[in-house]
């Protein structure tokens, strides 16, 4: 159907909008077809927990169709966040988001029961369904049929073949999608197609009934409700609105139990996994011959005991050296770039503030950030390969060994993990983990994964204090990231010991099939996560680096100004040879702008906090650096581009790395030592800078308890080590 037709198909109805909610299981290819029908560039990843948010978005053309991208869950048992998500918005219980005129359930044809668990659940619910078996070149390559019309008899929903990737199948999809949502007849109730024992059955008709009265369901979805009332935990909170009908359910699980003497749970699932067996052996020709697949010949060694943390070692390596190697080039021509527009500026603009403001804080800040990007986009890149190729489940899955002595869930491995790219995404991907104080204790610890924001700080004290080679400095980073995993898992274990005290978590985890990565795909999601950086950079940051402008320039002493302008009067009649009085120039505006700098506001909060950070090797400067980095890590770069008024830059190094290495403590000394950049870096990976952050975990744990926790202990966390550093290092010598 081209889009001319649908859209006289809908021509009638124009104005009102169908909202089809899309659904499926973690790696199933859901996201992938969402994009595809879209148009939109999701994220596109290859292990469990990659939607933990619901998106949306408008079909292809002219079309009134809303598709809205739920999490991918196993089941509609509300047990995390993800399931109760998508079971509110399925049921219309969602104050945000109207219930769906029609779902698009999408199934990995290559676990075909294991995904109609979901979808018979939603069918059950009674919205006009369709259903996209999604990956079936996969399913022919491993030699196996499947009977689309006989699936789509069984089930009473439309079954459309699709490969996301290729885009194939998507034509279908849409008209079966436009067809559901402009059938005027509602969809008559359908019986359910299994059954329970008799008493079972007997309380689905007595909850069923009761969920109608309450005008929580209507007669299609009234038993599906039911059902998955039954099969979650019934217990009721205070104040909660439906704690009458959680009553009910609660009753009537304990009655079953005494009657069957099993968990209504197990008979729910059992029973429906019993069918759901039948209509796949009904459907599912399998191929004969059993060959050892390509994926178990690889996670022979992949996920070896031993090989398979060998190769996970090199790939983290590889990593972190690429980040540098690589990078290197690109950031030379960034780095000219921006000098070439700090000339531009200075040639064009006449003398006075706004010079000022535009050379030595807009584009001085900004762009001393904004020369890290190559490396920000080398991380992500390297990530979303990972991602893609299925590799990222069997590092979680080497990795639970060692996260279980820690007390945190297998789980955890990928949020811990996706924050190392920043925070944020890693918070929110915590809601995968169903146990609430699994679920929080990674929510407290990812921060202190070395996160994108913290790269810049590294590189830039790196620079400036310890020249080494590549291999070198990929070690520095490399032992700079270890630190933060190996606090996090200590801290981890004390949560776990202490405040969040409870039972060792078990861990299951799908291992997706390894595939080769989709180039274009991989290119944007690193875009997409390297954009975020960008936005950042051109919003918070540049209004965060105008106002550190203002707090380093005023209040602009007149006597400080008189006192160099008439010294510059001086040197400029006094010193007779033209190469002389430049350099003696630039040498005096120098000390005129750290002299400003120091009578600032901004100087005058860094004096202040200057005896409580000397300990550990800082100045009143980097007093200075710390307050700015409070709004975000990475504007400690940016702001000592505005101490240190940084000029223009060259091919070999920055100017503010220049003058990094030329600052001074009063007596002489020099200030950014090896010992105190180490002592500063220390502090950078342990202490909770990001205000964004905060506000998520504010949003996630649904208190303001937790945030304060964070910020505290982080921030004791990363005054003691970095004192412990300094300290120990200058009484070895140092």
């Known amino acids: 159907m081209t889009d001319s037709q649908a859209a006289a198909r809908f021509a009638p109805c124009h104005q ?56 991918g869950i196993y089941s509609l048992s509300a047990r995390s966040p993800d399931e109760a998500i998508s079971q509110d918005i399925l049921l219309g219980r969602a104050a945000d988001t109207p219930r769906p005129d029609a779902v698009l359930l999408v199934a990995d044809a290559t676990a075909l029961e294991r995904n109609l668990f979901l979808a018979s659940q939603i069918i059950e619910l009674g919205l006009p369904t369709v259903l996209a078996c999604n990956m079936m070149d996969l399913l022919k ?11 789509s008899s069984r089930l009473g929903v439309p079954v459309i073949p699709t490969i996301g990737p290729r885009g194939q199948g998507m034509n279908a999809v849409r008209e079966s999608l436009e067809a559901a949502c402009l059938s005027d007849a509602p969809s008559p109730p359908r019986r359910r197609a299994w059954t329970l024992s008799e008493s079972a059955e007997r309380e689905v008709r007595q909850i069923a009934a009761l969920v109608r009265e309450r005008g929580y369901a ?130 064009k603009v006449s003398p006075g503030l706004l010079r000022d403001l535009l050379r030595d804080g807009v584009v001085a800040g900004v762009g001393a950030v904004v020369a890290f990007f190559p490396q920000i986009c080398i991380l992500f890149l390297f990530l979303a390969l990972l991602e893609d190729s299925g590799y990222m489940a069997r590092a979680a899955f080497l990795m639970n060994r060692l996260m279980s002595r820690v007390g945190l869930h297998g789980k955890s491995f990928i949020p811990l993990l996706s924050s190392h790219a920043c925070a944020i995404p890693g918070i929110l991907a915590a ?35 310890l020249p080494l080679g590549a291999t070198a400095k990929a070690g520095v980073m490399f032992t700079m990231y270890g630190l933060g995993i190996v606090t996090a898992f200590v801290v981890a274990r004390v949560l776990k010991g202490t405040l969040l005290r409870g039972p060792a978590p078990g861990f299951i985890i799908e291992l997706p099939p390894y595939r080769l990565p989709h180039l274009r795909s991989v290119l944007w999601v690193m875009w997409d996560r390297s954009k975020l950086f960008l936005t950042r950079a051109g919003t918070i940051i540049l209004a965060m680096t105008i106002l550190l ?13 008189q006192r160099y302008k008439a010294e510059r009067e001086r040197l400029t009649t006094t010193i007779v040879d033209e190469v002389e009085r430049t350099d003696q120039l630039a040498e005096l505006a120098q000390r005129a702008s750290a002299d400003f700098i120091r009578h600032s506001l901004a100087g005058r909060l860094g004096l202040l906090m200057e005896p409580a950070i000397r300990p550990l090797g800082f100045n009143w400067e980097i007093g200075i650096g710390l307050i700015g ?84 202990y982080m921030t004791g966390l990363a005054y003691t080590a970095s004192l412990l550093v300094y300290q120990v290092g200058r009484a070895m010598g140092f």
């Open 431 to 465: 809601r995968t983990i169903e146990n609430p104080r699994d679920r929080l204790t990674t929510i407290l610890v990812a921060p202190l994964m070395s996160c994108s924001a913290r790269l810049p700080v590294y590189t830039l004290l790196i620079a400036a204090a």
């Open 218 to 347: 209507d007669e299609r979805s009234a038993d599906g409700a039911a059902l998955l009332l039954l099969s979650e935990d019934s217990k009721a909170g205070d104040g909660d609105p439906e704690a009458p009908l959680r009553l009910a359910v609660h009753e009537a699980q304990e009655r079953l139990a005494r009657e069957c003497g099993e968990d209504v749970t197990f008979e729910l699932t059992a029973r429906r996994y019993a069918w759901l067996r039948e209509i796949v052996d009904d459907c599912l020709n399998r191929s004969v011959e059993q060959k050892r697949s390509m994926n178990d010949r690889i996670d022979q060694v992949l996920t070896h005991r031993v090989w398979g943390k060998l190769c996970f070692a090199l790939v983290m390596g590889a990593l972190f050296y690429g980040v540098f190697a690589l990078a290197e080039p690109l950031m030379g021509y960034i780095q000219e770039g921006i000098g070439w527009l700090q000339n531009q500026i200075t040639a």
């Open 141 to 151: 390559q491993a030699g196996h049929q499947l009977d689309l019309d006989k699936l």
């Open 629 to 712: 980095s409070f709004a975000a890590r990475e504007m400690f770069v940016s702001t000592m581009g505005i101490v240190y008024s940084v000029g223009d830059t060259d091919e070999v190094s920055t100017p503010l790395i220049e003058q990094m290495r030329a600052a001074r403590w009063p007596d002489g000394r020099l200030l950014y030592t090896p010992l105190v950049a180490v002592s500063l870096m220390v502090f950078y990976v342990l202490a909770c800078q990001c205000l964004s952050t905060v506000a998520v975990v504010r949003q996630e744990t649904n208190s303001w308890r937790w945030p304060i926790f964070l910020i505290a």
């Open 549 to 561: 402008w203002f707090m380093t320039t005023f209040p602009r002493s007149k006597e400080i100004a």
């Open 16 to 71: 009102r909008v169908f909202h089809v909610a899309v659904a499926g299981n973690p790696n199933c290819g859901k996201t992938t077809l969402f994009n595809a029908l879209t148009g939109l560039r999701h994220k596109v990843g290859n292990y469990p927990g990659v939607t933990v948010e619901k998106r949306e978005a408008n079909l292809f053309g002219d079309s009134p169709i809303r598709l809205l991208d739920l999490p």
